[in-house]
């Protein structure tokens, strides 16, 4: 019998151009075309906007139960830390939020100050050990790559890039895609260029030889669901953020 592979989609780019609601519409689409298979939605980024997209509430993220072990590391306790982190697996399994076929995990703020290099990389583990119990991984990783490859997991099967169409947001996302082909193992990448205020201009935009998943038209729908805290699933199917989301799923090859 054949060892299922886990598709796992990490969603990085430049701040302010609309990853995490991708992010989140990208779990929606899943989960609403695969009713029958395990979404894992992981918010990397330390704003964990995702939650608020997906209409989930965090009651625990990743960094606390890392804080929780140094913590009690720094009070001189080595027994109980050694313990604690043997239930770090338990804790993590606890901390995912369940609604229907999809999971969400939230990673929390970046690393306080002190080298816990080996309990970084034990919960990183824990994290591509709780994956491989998906069908579908997706990230919504901070701007750039390193945190992604550092906090969550080295490998990847496809890689989108988020950008708007300004030049220097189109140079951000060059950068994160070669900084990714030293730091993250990935199979498929691509861009997507959100909030375009011109779809004329699309065929004169520099990807520097990113395959072009979509070009997405500002959605007013989409504004007006941020300002009243909507989650994602309260789109209608129809808007153009939903509709150039599917494209460029379409596009990477995930069905």
Same mark, same amino acid.
């Given at each position: 019998?054949?060892?299922?592979?886990?598709?796992?989609?990490?969603?990085?780019?430049?701040?302010?151009?609309?990853?995490?609601?991708?992010?989140?519409?990208?779990?929606?689409?899943?989960?609403?075309?695969?009713?029958?298979?395990?979404?894992?939605?992981?918010?990397?980024?330390?704003?964990?906007?995702?939650?608020?997209?997906?209409?989930?509430?965090?009651?625990?993220?990743?960094?606390?139960?890392?804080?929780? %072990?140094?913590?009690?590391?720094?009070?001189?306790?080595?027994?109980?830390?050694?313990?604690?982190?043997?239930?770090?697996?338990?804790?993590?399994?606890?901390?995912?939020?369940?609604?229907?076929?999809?999971?969400?995990?939230?990673?929390?703020?970046?690393?306080?100050?002190?080298?816990?290099?080996?309990?970084?990389?034990?919960?990183?583990?824990?994290?591509?050990?709780?994956?491989?119990? %998906?069908?579908?991984?997706?990230?919504?990783?901070?701007?750039?790559?390193?945190?992604?490859?550092?906090?969550?997991?080295?490998?990847?099967?496809?890689?989108?890039?988020?950008?708007?169409?300004?030049?220097?947001?189109?140079?951000?996302?060059?950068?994160?895609?070669?900084?990714?082909?030293?730091?993250?193992? %990935?199979?498929?990448?691509?861009?997507?260029?959100?909030?375009?205020?011109?779809?004329?201009?699309?065929?004169?935009?520099?990807?520097?030889?990113?395959?072009?998943?979509?070009?997405?038209?500002?959605?007013?729908?989409?504004?007006?669901?941020?300002?009243?805290?909507?989650?994602? %699933?309260?789109?209608?199917?129809?808007?153009?953020?939903?509709?150039?989301?599917?494209?460029?799923?379409?596009?990477?090859?995930?069905?």
């Amino acid at each position: 019998m054949e060892d299922k592979k886990t598709t796992i989609i990490a969603l990085v780019g430049k701040g302010g151009v609309g990853k995490t609601s991708l992010s989140a519409i990208t779990v929606r689409l899943l989960a609403e075309a695969h009713p029958d298979k395990k979404i894992l939605a992981i918010d990397a980024d330390p704003a964990i906007g995702l939650a608020t997209a997906l209409g989930v509430d965090v009651a625990s993220t990743v960094d606390d139960i890392r804080k929780s %072990f140094i913590n009690v590391v720094e009070g001189g306790n080595t027994n109980a830390a050694i313990e604690l982190l043997g239930e770090a697996k338990y804790q993590l399994f606890d901390a995912l939020i369940e609604i229907d076929n999809v999971s969400f995990l939230a990673i929390g703020r970046p690393e306080s100050a002190g080298c816990y290099c080996k309990v970084n990389a034990y919960l990183k583990e824990i994290i591509s050990m709780i994956a491989d119990n %998906f069908d579908y991984v997706v990230i919504d990783g901070e701007a750039g790559i390193e945190q992604v490859n550092r906090r969550v997991m080295e490998k990847v099967t496809h890689l989108i890039l988020v950008s708007d169409a300004s030049r220097k947001g189109l140079k951000v996302v060059d950068t994160i895609h070669k900084v990714a082909k030293e730091l993250v193992m %990935f199979d498929k990448a691509g861009l997507i260029i959100n909030r375009m205020p011109d779809m004329s201009l699309a065929d004169s935009l520099d990807t520097g030889g990113l395959k072009l998943l979509a070009c997405i038209p500002d959605d007013r729908e989409m504004a007006i669901n941020d300002i009243n805290g909507e989650s994602v %699933f309260a789109l209608d199917m129809n808007s153009k953020i939903i509709q150039g989301a599917g494209k460029a799923l379409e596009e990477i090859g995930i069905k």
